[in-house]
């Protein structure tokens, strides 16, 4: 079509290695209609081979994720801008991203707001998130959650990023609420009985 063209493609060489190639081609044409193709061929063996490294990697980090039932988050506390993982929009129940500190709040369960714009806050303060709040999904299921994060600081001391991640705790907050209840029914049965005894 005499046009011009950059493409990736593979090779075997002369020792039998599968190697990479870029090549990028400009298309001449003569005044008497010939046409001729200038290029140069560049070996991207390497960095087809740390891509394919890179893209297993993050395959293996998303199926742990999945598995876990952990999320990651990467916050531009200077743009208030925030990037959630697929994980972590699925531990809200909904595929909306929250995109700001604001929206992150709106979906937070109401008796646990105050505790989590402190954790927020002091976040800022130390540099440390370690908050456990409830956040309500849109069918009105409540899930506990429990958000780790770091910040990092500019040269002036203030928090600029953070990155953190999520874990759903429902399960072991259930249970260390049944726990409690069986401890307590535990204490009444034992107090029951010895007013029985001394009546």
Known sequence: KGKDHDFEYRMIASDG?????????????SSTG??????????????????????????????????????TFDWDLVCDKAMWSLELTALYGEPALPTTKETWFRRVHPDDLVDA?????????TGVLDAQYRV??????????????QATRNAAGRPVHMLGAVVDVTDRKRLEHDLHQAQKMGALG????????DF
Not at 117 to 125: C, I, K, Y
């Open 17 to 29: 290695r599968v190697v990479w190639l870029r090549d990028i081609v400009t298309v001449e044409r």
């Open 34 to 71: 010939e046409t001729r193709l200038r290029g140069i061929m560049i070996d991207i063996t390497d960095r087809r081979e740390m891509e394919d490294a890179l893209r297993a990697s993050q395959e293996r980090l998303s199926h742990a994720q999945q598995a876990g039932r952990v999320g």
């Open 117 to 125: 714009t402190d954790a927020v806050q002091n976040a800022m303060d």
């Open 136 to 149: 309500l999904w849109p069918d009105g299921t409540v899930r506990w959650l429990h958000a780790r994060g």
């Open 190 to 197: 034992r107090l029951a009985g010895g007013i029985a005894q």
